[in-house]
């Protein structure tokens, strides 16, 4: 059973880079049929799409955060990062990392969905 | 993008079933089968409900099905539990290579 842990720092300051580490675990990373990806949820409120990577590097952003996040991948330690730049409040979350399985059999592309979660960390980004 | 549109709570009695809409537009929903549904309770984190807009990955109750009709798609739950209180998140593809989320609508068991 793959499973998923983030890592990172619980504090960080405005203008400064959050960096989070999601560790696979119960699977490798290089596989082509899997995605992974990091999804947000500010305080009380939903879910928002931050964006996700194949280990054959692409990569692919929300539109909205795009200037500011990569999303990288160490295959050596079958691990995938987030970094976020110059934070303010606003990024301010429980940050999850998650694995997307796809496939594409007969000519057809098939989503089965964002699978597997990590349990998610909190960041906290003071004003 | 513009985060696909939940109703902010639906409720129903124990054994009624209830529908959660979600509605996009022809570049996410309507354009595409690759809806998802996403449970969450409290404190927890996410659990993938349906995916491609009504399949069950292994696991999941009978009782939880996805449909869609043009941009809007739709969760329904059969035969209310207690247990299905929770707040839950639809996903969709988009024409930009990116995914959105609906708001999220919070079930209640009256």
């Known amino acids: 059973q793959l499973q998923l842990q983030e890592s990172g720092p619980g504090l960080v300051k405005p203008s400064e880079t959050l960096s989070l580490t999601c560790t696979v675990s119960?699977?490798?990373?290089?596989?082509?049929?899997?995605?992974w990806g990091w999804i947000r949820q500010p305080p009380g409120k939903g879910l928002e799409w931050i964006g996700n990577?194949?280990?054959?590097?692409?990569?692919y952003y929300n539109p909205s955060l795009k200037s500011r996040v990569t999303i990288s991948v160490d295959t050596s330690k079958n691990q995938f990062s987030l970094k976020l730049t110059s934070v303010t409040a606003a990024d301010t979350a429980v940050y999850y990392c998650v694995q997307e399985t796809v496939d594409y059999t007969n000519y057809r592309y098939y989503y089965y969905g964002m699978d597997v979660w990590g349990q998610g960390t909190t960041v906290t980004v003071p004003s | 993008q513009s985060a696909l549109t939940q109703p902010a709570s639906v409720s129903g009695s124990p054994g009624q079933s209830i529908t959660i809409s979600c509605t996009g537009t022809s570049s996410d929903v309507g354009g595409y089968n690759f809806v998802s549904w996403y449970q969450q309770h409290p404190g927890k984190a996410p659990k993938l409900m349906i995916y491609?807009?009504?399949n069950r990955p292994s696991g999941v109750s009978n009782r939880f099905s996805g449909s869609k009709s043009g941009n809007t798609a739709s969760l329904t739950i059969s035969g209310l539990q207690a247990e299905d209180e929770a707040d839950y998140y639809c996903?969709?593809?988009?024409?930009?290579?990116?995914?959105?989320f609906g708001g999220g609508t919070k079930v209640t068991v009256l």
């Open positions: 990577m194949h280990y054959g590097g692409s990569t």
């Open positions: 491609e807009v009504s």
């Open positions: 996903s969709s593809y988009t024409s930009s290579s990116t995914w959105v």
């Open positions: 119960g699977g490798s990373i290089i596989t082509s049929n899997y995605y």
